[in-house]
Every structure is written in C-alpha cells, then in structure tokens.
C-alpha cells in the first residue's frame, strides 16, 4: 500500500523560505502526476501546486503562483515544494498525493507563519 511521507515543515517568519519533499513508498510514482494541498482546521483542503508525470508541466493556486514551485527530483523519488516569501495565510498542514487525491492522504506536514 501506498504511504505519502510529507516533511520539511517547520515555524517561519512572514518572508521567509521552507522546502518540502513528499516521498511516496509503496509504489512506483514515476508515471503519476503529483500535487500539493493544505489544510486548516474546520476547512477544506485546498489546492496548492501540481506537476505531470514527467515533470514538463506545473500549475499553482493564484495565491501561491510566482512564490511557490513544485518539482520532481528523480534521485532522490521525491516531489518537493519550494516556498518563498511566505505570507500568514499560508499556515497550515501541506499535504501531497497523486493529483487525482486518491491514494491515502499522510500525515501531512505543519507549516506556521508568523507576522
């Protein structure tokens, strides 16, 4: 069974820089198109960044594009979310999972931005 270990999270000034990396086990991921998603209590998972199998396409929510870029790092298998000038809103736990959403959802990784 797919396990989706999501990492990198941590506490950040508003401004600041983390990476994420979201390495999928269990499965052979490289023919999947992969995203990005976050959550905050009480509200529903939001789209954040996807990236296609081959990693020639990408695609960002209007709030994150031109600060955030997803990529795919094939030595290491694992799909990573650089993020940049980080803003308040953008505190929550990321989550990543095929773009479909349809393997089991991990534990996700907490991101806390303070103003």
């Known amino acids: 069974q797919v396990q989706l270990v999501a990492s990198g999270g941590g506490m950040v000034q508003a401004g600041g820089s983390l990476r994420l990396s979201c390495l999928p086990s269990?499965?052979?991921?490289?023919?999947?198109?992969m995203g990005w998603w976050r959550q905050n209590p009480g509200k529903d998972r939001e789209f954040v960044a996807a990236?296609?199998?081959?990693?020639?396409?990408?695609d960002y929510a209007d709030s994150v594009r031109g600060r955030f870029t997803i990529s795919r790092d094939g030595a290491n298998s694992t799909v990573d979310l650089q993020m940049n000038s980080l803003k308040p809103e953008g505190t929550a736990v990321y989550y990543c999972?095929?773009?479909?959403?349809?393997?089991?959802w991990g534990q996700g990784t907490q991101v806390t931005v303070s103003s």
């Open positions: 999972n095929n773009l479909g959403g349809n393997w089991p």
């Open positions: 269990g499965r052979n991921f490289d023919t999947e198109s």
């Open positions: 990236i296609t199998w081959n990693g020639q396409r990408t």
